[in-house]
């Protein structure tokens, strides 16, 4: 069964840092762009970061940049998302999603993605 599954939130306190991982099961992500976005409860799903198969490339969403930080290890067949200072507006499920083996012209869009996790909740209190 292919899968992408997703761990590392919980709540925590404004300031505080969270690590999300996602683990690739069935499947393999290397040389495949890959993705976190985030849900925020009563909005749309929104991009927040994208890595390059070597890890060379990343872009972000502004409203992340300087905070936050991806990365991967192909050999594990999992990406991370180091989140620091976090604010009560980071509150969402964060998903991790599987792209194109290429940098795409729209990363920023769910389309660009053919598989998702399932999402882990990132929960900040002020």
């Known amino acids: 069964q292919v899968q992408l599954v997703e761990s590392g939130g919980g709540l925590v306190q404004a300031g505080d840092s969270l690590r999300l991982s996602c683990a690739a099961s069935?499947?393999?992500?290397?040389?495949?762009?890959m993705a976190w976005f985030r849900q925020p409860p009563g909005k749309e799903r929104e991009f927040v970061a994208a890595?390059?198969?070597?890890?060379?490339?990343?872009h972000y969403a502004d409203s992340v940049k300087g905070r936050f930080s991806i990365s991967r290890d192909n050999a594990k067949n999992t990406v991370y998302l180091q989140m620091n200072s976090l604010k009560p507006d980071d509150t969402a499920v964060y998903y991790c999603?599987?792209?194109?083996?290429?940098?795409?012209?729209?990363?920023?869009?769910?389309?660009?993605?053919?598989?998702w996790g399932q999402g882990t909740q990132v929960t900040v209190s002020s």
């Open positions: 999603a599987r792209g194109p083996p290429y940098i795409p012209t729209e990363p920023q869009r769910p389309s660009t993605y053919d598989y």
């Open positions: 890595i390059n198969w070597s890890g060379g490339i990343t």
């Open positions: 069935g499947l393999t992500f290397s040389r495949y762009l």
